[in-house]
């Protein structure tokens, strides 16, 4: 199963992996468009628009580029909530055949109609192993497709999809699931593309055209005037946009170190960050609050540091509750976030619509992990190695921390810092001990992800036979009262079981100068309304 393997914990882990490192910096940007007294809106980000490439787009920047460049069928906007882009409605009479209509009005940039066989053009290439797309495996629901999204070898279509005319088409899943579920993985990862331009190019040279490096038609909002993929995007406005074209003359992304943001915040160079795109160092919190020419809010708690605790090394329930006991989660979150941050102690933080509110975090308590640990009979003498990702100074003393808090309890811990490549190699073959790494899980569709961290073939090798039916049971249910009950139940079975406890959830701050009207900086939906922004 592709759940279960190195590739979807790489892309599971990328995009948290990505925010938490991005205050380490790149190189001094580009001076590009100074946009105190001009008609353009400049966004810092903090790291580059490495691979716009929609069908595998590599990191946040790229991906908002590319939504830009390419619709979704649908998005998510700041509340969670799904609304429509390129497609008008996605609807089910049974939950397991979905009804997309498009946008009748739908146009290419060449002035040609969007149809449906541009999207089932699109979803064969995701499909296609050749492609190799990163997202493949958000349409393993689909009838015909594989459970890593890809297309059985010797078959050319997918069974799944029906053409039903030029703007309507249905999808069937391989299961019954949620209109919810639909729409967070095929809604939101299928960014058309336009067949006629590409079909004549050869599957395996895709990736690597020109059209994927620049794309020349396109569907979105705006279009790249200029790009230096280290240093910034230039965009200006689609004039075509069928759903209004921006009265902005640009939208630039600028690529900044994160110790840049908030001058040029300041002096109005940027106006405007990605809460978990163009991370603010949490130093800088204080000053860029402070300015009286910006709108600041936090964005949500996206980036999670979990303690992955190997049982073939900590076998027993009782010392996992000891350490997670141990863990000064509060203190973390006051001495390193500056209040940046939330107390977490399972996979669903606060905007997650399954929390479970019954459930608390386990709070800071040294008596009772020393009381777990006499009770398990832990040998005092063991020392554990705990794996931790360079490159991000906060996770290091968070976990410099802990380790002082394990060694009060009466566990012995001794850090190891390593790199990306080497702790996911570390984790996924079991030859760790314990493990602190961030993810970030899906709020609206949790189960990939947790089926990953609790199901058969988990990197933890946590087994529960009531977990496993739970997990197969959330894979067919389609009531969403019995849904969030299952997942109840499922928190109240990790807190007991604590096969991998959380310990904070960062929460970034957003800001926006107040020149710019109908903007608001969010990790959700930012740009949905981005052809409705003005500057004042």
């Given at each position: 199963m592709f759940k279960n393997s190195k590739n979807f914990m790489l892309a599971l882990l990328t995009m948290a992996v990505l925010v938490v490192l991005a205050a380490c910096g790149n190189d001094e940007p580009s001076s590009k468009g100074k946009s105190s007294d001009k008609n353009v809106v400049n966004i810092g980000v903090t790291y580059p628009a490495s691979n716009i490439n929609p069908l595998q787009p590599s990191g946040l920047v790229s991906t908002y580029v590319s939504n830009l460049l390419f619709l979704p069928l649908v998005d998510l906007d700041s509340k969670l909530n799904y609304q429509p882009m390129l497609a008008d409605s996605i609807t089910t009479q049974d939950n397991q055949t979905f009804t997309i209509n498009l946008n009748k009005e739908a146009k290419w940039t060449d002035g040609t109609d969007i149809t449906t066989d541009d999207v089932i053009y699109t979803l064969q290439l995701m499909a296609n192993p050749v492609v190799a797309s990163n997202y493949a495996y958000m349409f393993a629901i689909v009838e015909g497709l594989d459970d890593s999204g890809y297309l059985p070898q010797g078959s050319s279509s997918i069974s799944g999809v029906i053409k039903v005319d030029g703007d309507t088409i249905q999808i069937k899943t391989k299961k019954p699931t949620t209109l919810s579920i639909f729409q967070d993985t095929v809604g939101r990862y299928l960014l058309t593309l336009p067949k006629a331009q590409l079909e004549k190019i050869a599957v395996e040279e895709l990736n690597a055209s020109d059209f994927m490096q620049n794309p020349t038609v396109t569907s979105g909002p705006f279009i790249i005037s200029k790009m230096d993929r280290s240093h910034y995007v230039e965009m200006v406005p689609n004039k075509n946009y069928f759903k209004g074209a921006s009265s902005l003359d640009q939208l630039n992304f600028k690529v900044l170190q994160g110790n840049q943001i908030a001058a040029q915040l300041k002096s109005g160079e940027i106006d405007m960050n990605i809460p978990s795109a163009g991370v603010i160092p949490v130093s800088d919190y204080a000053n860029v609050q402070g300015l009286n020419t910006l709108t600041t809010a936090y964005g949500e708690p996206l980036a999670t540091q979990y303690m992955y605790?190997?049982?073939?090394?900590?076998?027993?329930?009782?010392?996992?509750?000891?350490?997670?006991?141990?863990?000064?989660?509060?203190?973390?979150?006051?001495?390193?976030?500056?209040?940046?941050?939330?107390?977490?102690?399972?996979?669903?933080?606060?905007?997650?619509?399954?929390?479970?509110?019954?459930?608390?975090?386990?709070?800071?308590?040294?008596?009772?992990?020393k009381q777990l640990l006499a009770e398990s009979g832990w040998d005092s003498s063991k020392k554990l190695k705990l794996a931790v990702l360079s490159g991000d100074a906060t996770l290091e003393q968070a976990a410099n921390i802990i380790v002082e808090n394990l060694r009060e309890a009466g566990i012995t811990a001794e850090i190891q810092m390593m790199d990306f490549g080497t702790i996911i190699d570390e984790i996924v073959s079991q030859k760790y001990d314990l493990a602190i790494l961030t993810v970030s899980i899906t709020p609206i569709n949790p189960l990939p992800d947790i089926s990953y961290f609790l199901g058969e073939g988990n990197p933890n090798a946590y087994h529960n036979a009531r977990v496993n039916e739970i997990l197969a049971a959330l894979a067919t249910e389609v009531d969403e009262v019995k849904i969030k009950a299952l997942y109840g139940e499922l928190q109240e079975i990790t807190k007991q079981e604590v096969p991998m406890p959380s310990i904070y959830a960062t929460t970034a701050l957003g800001a926006v100068n107040k020149r710019v009207k109908g903007a608001t900086p969010s990790d959700f939906g930012m740009f949905i309304n981005v052809h409705e922004w003005t500057v004042k």
């Open positions: 605790i190997n049982e073939n090394v900590v076998a027993d329930a009782k010392q996992r509750q000891a350490i997670s006991y141990a863990m000064n989660r509060q203190l973390i979150i006051d001495n390193l976030l500056k209040g940046a941050g939330e107390v977490t102690d399972g996979f669903f933080p606060s905007n997650s619509p399954y929390l479970n509110e019954e459930v608390k975090p386990v709070e800071y308590d040294l008596e009772k992990a």
